[in-house]
């Protein structure tokens, strides 16, 4: 079990009666005669701008530990995908993500600006802290509305927030970096493809997600390459108009084109 410190001050006198401790014992050679007789043990995250201490009763999950770190929080993208088994491998790597005030720009969007935004480096979260042989990463999601998120309840973790399918699929094709790159990507969803893929999910999950970039044209490219799904659904993401030509992830070197989506990808993709 995971505990933050205030939670653990809400139970200490649970755990001395359970425990046969003198009741009117100070609370700091109380806390010290549980670390010493591991009842208890202090965990600390150390991230960049802030550290987190937990306190542990008995065994835990690693999943089970990032999810005390902020309320509202979820899993995504790699860390998302497996829990949705659409991949195998043992990520050392937990993305925990949790909602942040939505920031509203009134630039409009124009083929200049996409060109400029990609041909810099990816962003990616330095928010991050190591536990064991794991790395645990905090990212932010824009807005307080954040639909296809699902809870379960995980055998060792616990009950936890995560998203569904359809939602991991898409954040997977907004961040790339965030599922171990493009072709990592594309394997994700071609394993998602065996599970089955619900297009009219995606649709509405895009609608309500209102991305400020036409990620519906890389999510298209992925269904089509991955064969997640048939023509006459990928219809349907054809249906609305594409202004723009659009790209898999930034910095492609040089890249390969899409006319059907009219999106830039890994030329490495075709070999």
Known sequence: MVFTTREFESIKSEIKTKNNIRIGIKCTIFTEELINSNIIKITTLSFPSK????????????LGLAST??????????????LMSITTETAQVIYYNYPQPARYSDQELSQDRIDAAFSRPTRVSNTCARFEQWALYLLNSMGSINPGIETIDHPEAGSIRVTNLSRTLI???????????????LKLYEQAAGIGIRISEIIHLLNNLDFIYPYRQVIGFYLER????TRCELDRL????ISFNFYLDNQIIHPAYDKNWQVYYPREFDV
């Open 69 to 82: 770190l902020r309320k509202g929080g979820y899993f995504s993208h790699l860390t998302a995908a497996s």
């Open 171 to 185: 954040d997977l094709a907004v961040r790339p970096a965030y599922g171990g790159g493009t072709g990592n990507v």
């Open 51 to 62: 550290r987190e201490t937990r306190i542990t009763h008995g065994q835990f999950h690693i």
């Open 226 to 229: 991955s064969r997640g799904c």
């Open 238 to 241: 054809r249906e609305l108009p």
